[in-house]
C-alpha cells in the first residue's frame, strides 16, 4: 500500500512546464498561479461521485479524461484559456492499478491544453474526484450567461444526446446493439471539450453556456439570466450519430434534455452568422443554428414547418431525480 | 426536499461584495476573479470527508467554519491575503436543517476575512466537502517551505496538541472529564486560521506551513524541502492549556505528532527575533521559538537541558493510518 505522499509524488508530481505562470507548482501549503498581466481568472469546480456521474467499474483511464473535461468544458463556456487545475481525490484505498491509468487520462489531456496539475489533495473516503480549474480571459471578453440578446441566433456545437443513448442502453430503458451502445457510450466517457471554440467565439458570441444537464435547461439559464426567450427548432438539432436512427420522438427528446453532451450552446448576432461558421471551422467542430433569442419569455419549440412542438421534458437536477 | 438550484441560491448565493476583484460570482459556468494588479495567486484545495475529518454527528456550523479555516489556513502559511474560495459539496440529502448552520458557519469566517465565496457545485453522493481558496501575495513574498536556512531560529503560533487530546478522549485512549474534552475539543472543532500572522511575517520569516498533520511530520516537509535538518527543544514546545495538566510523555507526543493544530510553524533569521515577537503581537498570537535549524539531515529533540529525546511518532497519513 503506498502512503499518501509516495501516491502524490508518483502519479501527480511533474515538474512545472509552465514556469512563468506557475512559479510553484504540487507540493508546498499552496500553489502560485501568475496570470498574463491584466488578464483576469475564470475558475470553476466540477464534483464528480461513484454512482452518480460515472459507474463503479468505469475504466479509470477514461474517467482521468471526463474527470478534466468536465472542467475544461466550463472554460471553454466562457472562452478562456486553459492555465492550471487542482485535483482533491477521495479514494476508497491507494492502488496503483487504478491510480496509473486514471493520473495518465487525465494528465494527457491536460497537457493537449498546455493546463497545469498545481496542487490539490488526497483523503481515504468514498470515491470522489473534485477538480477546480483555471483560465485566464481578458476583461470584459468572457462569454457569459447574462448576455444574450434579443435577435441573437443561438447555435450548437457538435452533436447532442448520444451520451443519454448510451446511458438509455446501459440501464435497458430501450434496446441498443452492442456496436451502437458502444458508439454512443464514446460520447458518454470521452467527451471532448470545445475550448478552441470558445476561444475562437471571443468578440463574435454573446452568451454560452455548457450542455452538460441538457439542452433545454442549460439553455433556459442564458434565458432567464438574460432575461429574454427563445424558439428552438427541434428539427435543426444536431442529433449525435447514434441518435440519428432513433425514432423521432426520442430524438427529439434526447437531443433536447439528454446531459452528459458536453458542447457549447451560444447565441450570436444573426450579422455574425459567417463569422460563427467560421469560428466553428477554425476550431474544427461543427456549430448549427437551432434557433432565435426573442422578448418573449420561456422556451419554445417549433418544428422546421413552424408548427409548435410539445414534449414532455426534465433537466437534470441532482437532488430532485431519482 | 429542496432542488439543487434552489440550494445553491438560498444558501450559498450572495450579492458580491468586493466587485472589484470579482466581477462575477456564483451562477455561471466560470466564476471570475480580477487579481490585483502584478500579484500572485496562492491556491489550495482540502477535501474533508466524513468519518475520516469529523464525526457524522459534528455540528454543521463548526463543520461550516471548520472546512474553510483549514483552507484559510494554507493561505497564512504561504502569507496570502484571502481572495475568495470555492465549495463543491457532496451531500447525502439537501436539508435544510443541515445547510442553513453549515452554510452560516462558514460564510461567517468567510466574511471574517473578507474572503469570497464565487463558485462551486453540489451533487448528491457521500457527504464530502471540497474547498479551493484563493489568495493573494506579492511575487517573492510567499513563505515556502524550501526557503529555510541553517542558523534560523524555528517558531510556532499558538498552542499545540489540545485537539489531539480531545480525539483520546473521544476515543476513550485516555480518561478526560467532562470540562477537559469540551475545553480541547474547541481546538478541534473550531481551528483559528492565523492569517494575521502570516501576512504579518512576510518579509520577516523565511520558510513556513500549517501544522496540520502534526508538528514533527510538518517541519519534516520544510526540513527536506529545504535540503537542511533541525533541533526542536521539546521542553519549550507551547502545549494546549488543557494538554498542560497532562503526563509529560502524553503531553510531548501529542504537541509534536497530534494533528489538526492548525498553527503555524515557521523559520526566521536570529537577527529578525524581536521582528517575529512583534509580528505576533501585532496579530494577536503568541509565537514560540522551539528550535533552529541546521546543516544535519534529520529532526533531533531535546530537552532543555541539551539531553536528547527519544519518542516514537508517526505523522498522520490519510493510507497508512488506520
Known amino acids: 500500500m503506498l502512503s499518501e505522499f509516495d501516491l502524490i509524488a508518483h502519479y501527480f508530481t511533474r515538474p512545472p512546464r509552465h514556469a512563468d505562470r506557475v512559479p510553484l507548482g504540487v507540493g508546498d501549503d499552496c500553489a502560485l498561479l501568475a496570470p498574463a498581466a491584466g488578464m483576469q481568472l475564470a475558475i470553476s469546480s466540477d ?81 470522489n474526484i473534485c477538480i477546480t480549474v483555471f483560465g485566464e480571459v481578458a476583461p470584459g471578453a468572457a462569454l457569459r450567461r447574462d448576455a444574450a440578446v434579443a435577435g441573437d441566433e443561438i447555435w ?102 439528454g446531459g452528459d453532451d458536453y458542447e457549447l450552446c451560444f447565441t450570436a448576432p444573426r450579422a455574425r452568422h459567417e463569422q460563427v461558421l467560421a469560428a466553428g471551422a477554425a476550431a474544427g467542430v461543427a456549430v448549427t443554428c437551432i434557433g432565435r433569442v426573442d422578448a418573449q419569455p420561456g422556451l419554445r419549440l417549433e418544428d422546421t414547418s413552424g408548427a409548435p412542438v410539445s414534449l414532455q421534458l426534465s433537466s437534470f437536477d441532482h437532488f430532485a431525480s431519482p
Open 47 to 127: 464534483m464528480l461521485v461513484e454512482g452518480r456521474h460515472f459507474f463503479p467499474e468505469a475504466d479509470p483511464r477514461l474517467l482521468g479524461h471526463k474527470c478534466l473535461a468536465v472542467n475544461l468544458s466550463d472554460l471553454a463556456a466562457m472562452g478562456a484559456r486553459p492555465l492550471a487545475f487542482t485535483l482533491a481525490l477521495a479514494l476508497p484505498e491507494a492502488s496503483s492499478e487504478w491510480l496509473a491509468p486514471f493520473s495518465e487520462g487525465m494528465l494527457a489531456l491536460a497537457d493537449a491544453h498546455g493546463c497545469e496539475l498545481i496542487g490539490g489533495d488526497t483523503t481515504k473516503g468514498p470515491l
Open 156 to 257: 450548437v456545437s457538435g452533436s447532442l444526446g448520444d451520451a443519454r443513448l448510451a446511458l438509455a442502453g446501459y440501464r435497458h430503458e430501450i434496446p441498443l446493439d452492442d456496436a451502437t451502445l458502444g458508439e454512443a457510450a464514446t460520447r458518454m466517457h470521452a467527451p471532448v471539450p470545445r475550448v478552441a471554440l470558445g476561444l475562437a467565439l471571443g468578440g463574435i458570441a454573446h452568451a454560452a453556456i455548457d450542455v452538460s444537464d441538457g439542452l433545454a435547461g442549460d439553455l433556459g439559464h442564458i434565458l432567464e439570466r438574460s432575461k429574454v426567450g427563445a424558439v428552438l427548432n427541434v428539427d435543426a438539432l444536431p442529433a449525435g450519430s447514434m441518435l440519428r436512427k432513433q425514432p423521432q420522438e426520442l430524438r427529439r427528446r434526447f437531443a433536447l434534455a
